[in-house]
């Protein structure tokens, strides 16, 4: 929204519409896009930003009777690949439990087939935030453990 709100084309793929509109704010409400669906707005819309909300309601292009932990991973792969082609900043979201630890790593908690485990291996840096009030939010920044640079470890905001 504050990028839209700045003049900028945001497509937003969400189940959760925002209650303010903007006309760089593009809404797609598909209950389960898939990558191909999202390539192909992404080249309707050209946005500057693509956001995609609670990224586990994806679903593959076509289903093959593949786990669904497979199938998370297929479409995780084909998201990096079409942002990539696209040249666009990209922010995908994914919800984790309350009773999270922000000073433990992602992976000791989370699963390696959960939602948020699998995005690790495609989103690198991969923010974890809490936000336990409108005023308060607590991030963490994950790196996948191929990466070196780990400059940033923790953020915290209060307002």
């Not at 003049?7 to 191909?36: A, C, H, M």
């Not at 292009?61 to 998201?79: F, K, M, P, W």
């Not at 991969?126 to 923790?154: F, I, K, Q």
């Amino acid at each position: 929204m504050h990028l839209a709100a700045a003049g900028k084309q945001v497509l937003l793929f969400t189940g959760y519409p925002p209650p303010l509109s903007r006309p760089t704010l593009v809404v797609d409400k598909t209950p389960n896009p898939t990558p191909g669906l999202v390539d192909q707005a992404l080249a309707c819309v050209r946005p500057d930003l693509l956001v995609i909300e609670r990224w586990e309601r994806m679903h593959p292009d076509q289903a093959d009777g593949a786990s669904r932990t497979s199938e998370l991973e297929n479409i995780g792969q084909a998201l990096k690949q079409t942002v990539l082609r696209h040249k666009l900043p990209c922010v995908v979201t994914t919800s984790l439990p309350q009773d999270m630890d922000l000073n433990r790593p992602l992976m000791r908690w989370a699963g390696h087939d959960s939602p948020a485990g699998i995005m690790t291996e495609f989103c690198s840096p991969l923010l974890v935030l809490r936000r336990s009030s409108p005023a308060e939010v607590l991030v963490r920044l994950e790196l996948h453990t191929t990466m070196t640079d780990s400059t940033v470890r923790a953020v915290a905001w209060r307002g």
